[in-house]
T-cell receptor
């Protein structure tokens, strides 16, 4: 039972345009959501997060949107740059479990930003 | 500020053997967790250590065990290795807060033959 789903395995976007990565979840107890970026041979790097009391969080070129009623979140990257080419993971946490480090990850979306 | 460091980077073991992976947490972080990432999948939570005790576990059998030391560094031990244990093993550290992101190391690539 996959509780966090990233249905697009890959995405190709031109440099300077917007990249939109999507994520759906099924567990209504999730209340904190994160996006990580992963380059080959490196560990995941934290990008941006959002708690369930918000519907939007911005950090520079990165914005995360949360739609709780649809159990959907998305990451927008504007403008996209070649260095953004990586695998992006959506992750979620339920804070009532008492296990602060337990994240449930999606399977990732490979973003390629072309020149 | 030193990030999360893991050793070794690569390891090859034979089915049935035992392996120990090591992790040094980021400065100021007292919670360590371990994840397994199989090829083409997202990381899966193995367990979390806080104050040198395991206090949360994912869907992994008891042959996966760990330790946390007073300096917050950690070990992951896997006994009776199986072919399906071949994966990238990631260590992550964080402050003990539900709303702090995890900071990951670069992982140990384990191959079981």
């Amino acid at each position: 039972d996959q509780q966090v789903k990233q249905n697009s395995p890959s995405l190709s976007v031109q440099e300077g345009r917007i990249s939109i990565l999507n994520c759906d979840y099924t567990n209504s107890m999730f209340d904190y959501f994160l996006w990580y970026k992963k380059y080959p041979a490196e560990g995941p790097t934290f990008l941006i997060s959002i708690s369930s009391i918000k519907d939007k969080n911005e950090d520079g070129r990165f914005t995360v949107f949360l739609n709780k009623s649809a159990k959907h979140l998305s990451l927008h990257i504007v403008p996209s740059q070649p260095g953004d080419s990586a695998v992006y993971f959506c992750a979620a946490r339920a804070s009532n479990t008492g296990t602060a480090s337990k994240l449930t990850f999606g399977t990732g979306t490979r973003l390629q930003v072309t020149l | 500020e030193t990030g999360v460091t893991q050793s070794p980077t690569h390891l090859i073991k034979t089915r049935g053997q035992q392996v120990t992976l090591r992790c040094s947490s980021q400065s100021g972080h007292n919670t360590v967790s371990w994840y397994q990432q199989a090829l083409g999948q997202g990381p899966q939570f193995i367990f979390q250590y806080y104050r040198e005790e395991e206090n949360g576990r994912g869907n992994f059998p008891p042959r996966f065990s760990g330790l946390q030391f007073p300096n917050y560094s950690s070990e992951l031990n896997v006994n009776a290795l199986e072919l399906d244990d071949s994966a990238l093993y990631l260590c992550a550290s964080s402050p003990a807060s539900s709303y702090s992101p995890l900071h990951f190391g670069n992982g140990t690539r384990l191959t079981v033959t």
